[in-house]
């Protein structure tokens, strides 16, 4: 007869908690919830369309979900890699792997939006070239030129030029001030719903989520995530939010740069 396998002793100690289980999955399992009601509920808007609706919001929905699934594998493979350098005290290397991660997401990025949405690559691809040269390592005077010195001179020549060619006839009108007044009801939405859901996600973590990250989310990089910044020292001087708000600021401007495009696409 085999020999008989040896009992698990009851007194073993696990390397998990069943609550430290549950705080693991239920992130994952909400996500994959709010994925089916989104698509649930795209589905049911369109149903009384007709068919031809129908199969186009399958289809985008499913283009998400691979999105998803590639930005989600390429996130956690790189998280991987940096926390065996970290663990083996390569810091260095580290940050190298990180860098790699940043470029070929941009790469990828770009790609599924020319592919997708060809009107707004330009201004995602304007996007991430910066990124690419910033991570590369092989172009710092370019990327130092880019964030500095081009910065302002496109700034000062964009507003000369602006400022002359404007005629008072054409501008000051009403409907100047109807722009103006639409965009800073959208900075004000747009911040009380970032507050909003940094709130919601303070209230789900248990508190480990600032909610002053959410008002970074608009497309002004990088003044709202250093409002978010000063804003969260001046209640608790230990307070860094800096880098956790710029994650919001940066999904900020790639959603306005393809709202854009694709408002341009369409009005043009």
């Not at 239920?26 to 649930?40: C, S």
């Not at 909610?211 to 804003?231: F, H, N, T």
Request: charged share 10%.
């Amino acid at each position: 007869m085999g020999k008989l396998a040896a009992p698990v002793r009851a007194d073993k100690e696990m390397m998990f908690t069943n609550r430290q289980l549950v705080a693991l999955m239920w992130p994952l399992l909400l996500e994959q919830l709010l994925a089916i009601t989104v698509g649930l509920a795209d589905s049911l808007m369109v149903a009384t369309v007709g068919d031809a609706a129908i199969s186009a919001v399958s289809l985008v929905d499913s283009i998400s979900n691979l999105m998803i699934y590639i930005f989600s594998a390429m996130a956690t493979g790189g998280a991987a890699v940096a926390g065996q350098y970290i663990g083996q005290r390569q810091k260095e290397d580290a940050c190298n792997a990180g860098q790699q991660l940043i470029a070929l997401l941009g790469a990828v990025s770009i790609f599924f939006v020319a592919l997708l949405l060809p009107d707004t690559a330009p201004l995602i691809g304007c996007l991430m070239l910066g990124n690419l040269w910033r991570e590369c390592g092989v172009t710092e005077r370019l990327s130092d030129t880019v964030q500095n010195a081009l910065m302002n001179i496109v700034t000062v020549f964009l507003g000369i030029s602006v400022g002359a060619t404007t005629v008072a006839s054409s501008f000051l009108t009403l409907n100047t001030l109807k722009i103006v007044v639409l965009g800073l009801l959208a900075f004000c939405f747009s911040t009380v719903g970032g507050l909003l859901g940094g709130k919601v996600m303070y209230i789900v973590t248990g508190g480990k989520v600032n909610p002053l990250i959410g008002s970074a989310g608009v497309s002004a990089v990088p003044m709202a995530a250093r409002v978010s910044q000063k804003v969260g020292q001046k209640a608790n001087p230990a307070n860094f939010l800096l880098m956790h708000a710029m994650g919001p600021n940066v999904a900020g401007v790639i959603g306005s740069a393809i709202a854009a495009g694709f408002l341009l696409a369409v009005f043009k």
